[in-house]
């Protein structure tokens, strides 16, 4: 049985613009962009700080909270942040409003306006002190199946029923395809009965003028809402984008015939061997004692190792349904594509970051290998691709984009490419996955990172720090982290990157100091 279900793309996409009521008349007569906003503040100095984090929605650890351990920290630096950009997977298992308390405000309280008595505040009515900007992760996409549903939400936990000791954060309903996220971060224009109340709504929200025409304003302490499910804002003449990987990570069709159809042969022997892989999960968590602190890190594992395998299951099942018909959001791509060019001719603008979920170049134990880190990668590519041939290449020897940051994989990673043949070289790539949910360990194969272009295998990519899970047993070490990143004065902007880390090693939380890096 599967624990999660991923709606399709075209579902995705189209729920979502029913939910800011995407390019309404309403909307249109008044020249909005519903993909920019302004950020509200007396302080646009060239330079600023601001903070990262990324899956981080998960409950309590048995005994333990990692979250709630990051969140601290974060709060060391709430005096010198203009803004905190997550990377996607706000919530665990599979983004339900119903663990929007125990797996956001709780761990996050200090951070939002009321946060004091965390249970009175409704997930679709967060109004944040510091602004909290994310993107979507998967898991802030997936549904529950309808049996899980049922089993869940009656008078037995759904552990108990399957003989499990897992503690699954699963009640009684998905995301909805997305819909909690957006009614807790999202502009949800579709609440609103009439044209009037619409109107009413824009005229005093949407009064920023840029180029591209009036957009929203974000007020922290006031009104915290952000336009869509990717935008754009400007903070200290740097440009940040915030992609939806999740639409446009499809992988392509694999061939009918030949190599192709004995790779999907080799594909659904996979997927039969996942699913002995998850009984014997199951079985081996059923005679655990939660109780027993030894007992309760082994069911932690466990939990994490399960959830790793569906969702490497997932994406060999994306492959196998993938054909001509499978959507990619080239509506998003184009969008980036444009908003670069237009970064770039604009003289006032230092640097770019973009910002999404799904990382293109990663080195953790699974994710290199799986076909959705492939299609983002190639969508990517085709966008700067596009972009340099606009710009006459890459403009002053520099990348087009100054720094990506990712999530998705559950370490902290920084990583750099060389040359690629394709205009995502010599970028810097952060991946901050590690604030929070179970952490993975790195890959076998090290740090370097090769492709095969023609008949010719050479490095593209390479790792210059890996966070993740590491030792065994008694000596397993679990570092969970954020990011601080100091934005110096100067065109080119510079980027001073501080890792920060709070380590869970043998039942005791240490802090690791690890040195600063600049981009």
Known sequence: MEFVSDPPISVKIEKMKQRVRWQDPVIFERQIDQTRFVLASEDDSPEFSFLVIGDSGSGKHRKHNPQRQIASKMLE??????????????????????????????????????????????????????????????????????????????????????????????????SNQGKAYAKAFIDYLKAFDTDAELQRHLDKHYTATTSTGRCLIYKPGEFTRLPYRYYTFRSGGIDFFALDSNTFNAPAPLPTTGEGAAYRRTLEGRIYELEQEKLQIMEEASKLNANSPEEAERLDDLEAKLEQVEEVKLDIDKQLAADETTVTDFEQLTWLQQRLIESWNTPEVRGRVVYLHHPPYVTESTKWYQAQTLAVRRNLRWV??????????????????????????????????????????????????????????????????????????????????????????????????????????????????????AERYQREWVDREIESFVI
């Open 77 to 174: 630096h709430s005096d010198r942040t203009r803004f905190i950009l997550h990377t996607g997977d706000v919530v665990y298992l599979v983004g339900s409003s119903e663990y929007y308390l125990k797996n956001f405000i709780e761990p996050y309280k200090e951070f939002i306006v009321g946060g004091e008595k965390p249970k009175k505040i409704a997930y679709d009515k967060m109004v944040f002190k510091t602004p909290i900007l994310p993107v979507l992760g998967n898991h802030d996409y997936y549904d529950l199946p309808l049996i899980y549903g049922l089993m869940g939400g009656v008078t037995l936990p759904l552990r108990r029923i399957l003989k499990l000791r897992l503690d699954l954060d699963i009640g009684w309903h998905g």
């Open 384 to 501: 700067l691709d596009e972009v340099a041939g606009v710009l006459g290449g890459l403009p002053q020897q520099r990348p087009l984009v100054d720094l990506v940051l990712t999530g998705h994989a559950h370490c902290l990673e920084h990583l750099s490419t060389g040359n690629t043949g394709h205009a995502d070289s010599y970028i810097n790539w952060i991946i901050c996955g590690g604030s929070g949910y179970s952490l993975r360990r790195q890959r076998k194969e090290g740090a370097q990172l090769h492709e095969t272009i023609g008949d010719t295998e050479r490095e593209v990519a390479r790792s210059h720090l890996y966070l993740g899970r590491s030792g065994h047993g008694s000596h397993k070490r679990r570092p969970y982290s954020f990011l601080r990143i100091d934005v110096k004065a100067g065109n080119p902007a510079k980027f001073v990157v501080k890792p920060f880390v």
